[in-house]
Structure formats: C-alpha cells, structure tokens
C-alpha cells in the first residue's frame, strides 16, 4: 500500500471511529453495575485527572490490519524538562516494555506513555524520540527514555506486516486530548483479545472525598488476557463456558495510573501493585505469557530538568494517608477492564480470524439472577 493513500485511509478510518464513538454503547454502570464503593470522577476516565491527554490512532485496513496507538500525556507541557514522580510494576514480565530500567532507577516519567502491538514498541519508542526531541527547549537533549508498552495483537492483526508507523505515533500523541476517551475497538485495542472475547481500550476513575484528600486516581488498560472472567463477583466466564485451560486464553494487560495525589516515586510503585489487585479481581491470572505492567505517575509535583538548586522540595503525601488512593486504584483498574470489554465489539480479521465481542444482555441476566442488579 502507497504510503500517501494509507495515511488517508488512515485518517478516513479515525475519523470513522470518532463518529461511531459518538454513538457509544452503555458502559456497565448504566445497567447498573457498580465496583466497589468510592465515587467516580465527572467521566469516570483517566482524564478526569485534570491536565491528563489521550490520544488514539486506530488502524483497521483491508481483511489484516486491526491495530493502533494509544498515547498518554500526564500533562500539557515539556515533559522533559517538567518531569512526574512515576514507577512501574511488573506483575508478569513477558512483554516488551520500553524504558522500564530508568524509571526504576530514577523514579521519573521524561515521554509521553505509548501503547501499540509487541512488534511496532521499536517504531514508537523511535516516534517518541522524534516528538521529544523536536519540543521548544530540549535542543541540547542527547539523552531521554521513551516509555513504550504493548500487547500481542497477531490474532486479529497482521502483525508482521508492522503496520504502525511513526506518524501513526506521532498523530496520536499531537491529537491527545482531555475529555471522554474512546473504549473498545480504538487506539491500541483495535485487535485484542480479553477472556476470550473482544478486548480493547478501557478507562475508569475514582474522586476521593475531601477528606481523604479529594485526590482523582484514573485508569487506563489495554486489555488483551486470559483466566477466568468475573464481573461484581459472578463467574461469568464460567457461566458462558469461556475460560482459560478450557480454551487457549493468554496475553497481556499494559496498565496505566495516573493521579493527582502528591506522591513520590516509592509510593507509586505501592499504588501500582494495588492496580494488579484490580485486575485479579476480574478473573485475571497472569499466566506464563503474559506481559502485564503498571506504570503509575503523579502530577501533582513536577521536577525541573535543570535547576540552579541542589535540592528538589516538595509535599508528599504521609504513608499512612495513602490507602485510600490503594483503593481507589483497584476499584478504577477492575472496571477499566469491565468497561473494555462492555465496549469492544466483534472483530474479524486476519486469515480469517474473528472474535465475538461479550454477550453483554447474558451477562447483565447472569447479574440479575445472582442478586447483583435490581
């Protein structure tokens, strides 16, 4: 495909998938269906965090191609040289996560987070050296860590025809924006698989009380794993006949936490286990080959790449004023997935492959019949 006539495709397809986002599906909370006890912010999304941008390229070309970009800014500026406490946590470390070593040395985010398909992670983290680079301010930079993650989408997709370019990466960090974010079949979800069913993106939040500090905790997956699929405690996937060990289930779930709780490096990384405890609470299980990482970032402090002082000051949150946070990132990352897999719709796609997306009315009877909905 001539590169002129595959970026129009392109750009036909994202306004196509913009328009279809318009017309929404319900989301699990309008049946009903609730996780856990602390509130939602205004778009139960990660962009509820204030100052949070995503921005999505989706690539669906012929009967092959099901792929995309999912970008995450923390915030408006020039990251590198404003950068964010962060800190990532393996939870199973089969996956191709760009970046990780300096974020575990440093506790810092310098890029924006990109999500893609396991073999276009080289493309992107050369994108991302592409928009860094050319930001007002890092002409001196000759050094920076592109954090880039992804899942395998080489079931629906025709991944080794690496179908994601650099401008595909490059559009997508350029058109992030705040607002609702798209679910489902969008961005890096374009191709995923999750319990057996159709996968995707999916994002959720929670606003604490101002007594416990008012803190936003948003949550952004791309979900494309296995186990056994629990919803509000129901086996669902067992109910459906779906699971793994009875079908061949696996893969990955790139996680990501952002929030505005002024919290340091230490604490991030304890923010980002709990987020793996949300996804244990769908029926996830990490098997053997499955590369499933939480990156978590604050925005509440910002650290200068130069500064005339030695020392860097700020207010962190007490250890022992952090546990709602904890919580509001297992109940965010729990229905993130819930909220992909409600959205993701069925997908056909290479050699013929096609994956049905979540019988929704069964599970919402299944819901009904054991008392977790009116």
């Known amino acids: 495909m001539k590169p002129t006539f595959r970026f129009l495709l392109t750009a036909l397809l994202c306004v196509a998938g913009y328009a279809s986002f318009a017309q929404a599906t319900k989301r699990p909370r309008e049946y009903g269906i609730r996780f856990g006890v602390l509130p939602t912010g205004p778009l139960n999304a990660i962009t509820d965090v204030p100052g949070v941008r995503v921005g999505q390229v989706t690539l669906q070309e012929g009967q092959s191609v099901r792929s995309g970009v999912t970008a995450i800014l923390p915030h408006s500026g020039n990251l590198f040289q404003e950068k964010c406490p962060a800190a990532i946590y393996i939870g199973n470390g089969f996956g191709k996560l760009t970046g990780y070593s300096q974020v575990e040395e440093l506790g810092t985010l310098e890029t924006p987070?990109?999500?893609?398909?396991?073999?276009?992670?080289?493309?992107?983290?050369?994108?991302?050296?592409?928009?860094?680079?050319?930001?007002?301010?890092?002409?001196?930079?000759?050094?920076?860590?592109?954090?880039?993650?992804?899942?395998?989408?080489?079931?629906?997709?025709?991944?080794?025809?690496?179908p994601v370019t650099k401008q595909h990466v490059l559009d997508a960090i350029r058109q992030a924006r705040t607002g609702a974010v798209e679910e489902g079949n969008a961005g890096a979800g374009t191709g995923t698989v999750c319990f057996g069913f159709?996968?995707?993106?999916?994002?959720?939040?929670?606003?604490?009380?101002?007594?416990?500090?008012?803190?936003?905790?948003?949550?952004?997956?791309?979900t494309n794993f296995g186990g056994v699929l629990q919803i509000a405690g129901v086996p669902v996937g067992v109910e459906l006949g779906q699971f793994s060990f009875r079908e061949k289930l696996d893969g990955s779930c790139m996680m990501v936490v952002l929030t505005d709780a002024p919290l340091d490096a230490r604490n991030l990384k304890r923010l980002a286990k709990r987020a793996f405890m949300g996804l244990a609470r769908t029926g996830g299980i990490a098997s053997n080959g499955s590369g499933d990482y939480v990156i978590a970032v604050s925005t509440a402090n910002r650290i200068s790449n130069v500064s005339k002082s030695s020392l860097d000051e700020m207010k962190l949150l007490r250890n022992d004023d952090t546990s709602a946070c904890f919580l509001a990132a297992?109940?965010?990352?729990?229905?993130?997935?819930?909220?992909?897999?409600?959205?993701?719709?069925?997908?056909?796609?290479?050699?013929?492959?096609?994956?049905?997306?979540?019988?929704?009315?069964?599970?919402?009877?299944?819901?009904?019949?054991?008392?977790?909905?009116?």
């Open 113 to 162: 987070i990109v999500f893609t398909n396991t073999l276009g992670v080289p493309t992107a983290a050369d994108a991302v050296i592409d928009y860094t680079l050319a930001q007002p301010g890092n002409e001196q930079v000759r050094s920076l860590n592109p954090v880039v993650g992804e899942t395998n989408d080489g079931g629906l997709n025709d991944i080794r025809s690496r």
């Open 198 to 222: 159709k996968g995707g993106i999916g994002t959720a939040s929670r606003k604490l009380p101002a007594s416990l500090g008012g803190y936003t905790v948003g949550v952004l997956v791309q």
């Open 330 to 374: 297992i109940e965010a990352t729990e229905e993130a997935i819930i909220n992909s897999l409600f959205a993701a719709r069925t997908q056909t796609g290479h050699r013929g492959s096609r994956v049905e997306q979540l019988p929704v009315e069964k599970v919402v009877d299944l819901l009904k019949k054991a008392g977790q909905l009116k």
